[in-house]
């Protein structure tokens, strides 16, 4: 009997054993190192005082951002730049806050939140797509400026420069989530793309693809000629000429940011996230710059002399043609002298052979008037020979009138 219940207790005891190994929970990770690591396939991640320092970045580039975008909308409504070329700046400026909101400041606040990070992660990817969506028809609005395919407001329909890039952005965001939703919210280090999924290219790839084009598009315009109609909108011919100058810069750089944090915050490395910091202090004044020094109204006013007036120097004026003189005008306008008359040939058929038209004496042009003493002419000799103007006047006879015989035989006179 004994045995029997040592057996039977061992066996309860193995069973429970079993029962306890088996057990799982499905709470989240509590904030400690050891359990970050059962998480991640990385050896070592931020410790706590690292994070708290990571957070305080974050949190002042987001603020950095946010801040800067909100000084170019305020120096733009006080330089009263408006039109559609402004608008479309203003949705660019309004789509980087939010961003700036969701990749600075939610990705760190909530990035133990299973749900409210998997809603983060999509903020994250929408945003940076919209952004580059509104680049890429900044870039169909420039362009179409510069080729000069439209008088005012590009050469389609305003209303899609603003339509057109929620659609764009729609695409690939679902596109990436539905085939890779177990991965959103799940790393319990951030609210971004996992890196060693294929959930990475999906947030990559077509961001980069929208933005390469934009940059294609933007620069084919730089080769363009300036203004080519005069019917053209003169303010926002000078904002695209320099709007596709600047594009590709400051498209790419924050793309650049936005990357930077992604992998910053996967791979869990301080001095990342304190190189992105520098970008971001250097991206702010560069949006300002590139979002203003576009308006003619704005480079008129910061033109001048000062620390950043070359920043906003306005192209000098195409050269003229010279005014003509008065005096150049009088001339070309004077009569020209009247050339002499020339002998028609149709008065020499009626004349018999040998003669010529009558001369007038006075007239300077006649070799033979006797006012007018004729170098090549010889004085005559003894024997007189004047018969010789008549065989010279039927060598130039253009009619041919006359025989040969009748000039070459005639009698000499004496």
Known sequence: MSSNNTTNNSTNTNSTNTNTTVTTTTEEPANTTAEYVLQRCYEAVLTENQGDIVKYIMYFCGGWIIAWCIITMLVNICHKNKGHQRYVHFYEELSIILLAVSMCILNFVFNHKTKVCKYVAIANHFFMCLTASIFFAEALFASSMVHGKSDKNGSVPWILYYIFPIVLAVGPTLGTFFPEEKYYGTAYLHCFAVSTVDMMWGFVIPVWVILTIAGLKAQLACIACDRQQPSQDVYQCYWARRSV???????????????????AAENQKLYLFILNACMVILFGPALFVCHTYGHLNTCKKWAGNGCFASLYAMCPPKPEPPEKDEDDEDKSEAPSQEKPPIDDPEDKKDMPPGSE????????????SPG???????????????????????????????????????????
Do not use: C
């Not at 100058?245 to 992998?263: D, G, R, T």
């Not at 038209?357 to 033979?368: F, I, K, Q, T, V």
């Not at 006879?397 to 025989?403: C, F, L, Q, V």
């Open 245 to 263: 100058k600047s594009l590709v810069l400051i498209s790419q750089y924050l793309f650049s940011i936005w990357l930077m944090i992604l992998f």
């Open 372 to 414: 007018k003493h004729n170098p090549t002419e010889k004085p005559m000799g003894p024997n007189k020979h004047t018969e010789s103007q008549k065989f010279y006047s039927w060598l130039t006879d253009t009619n041919g009138s006359g025989k040969s015989g009748d000039i070459l035989f005639r009698p000499s006179v004496a």
């Open 357 to 368: 038209l009558p001369r007038n004496p006075e007239d300077p042009s006649n070799p033979y």
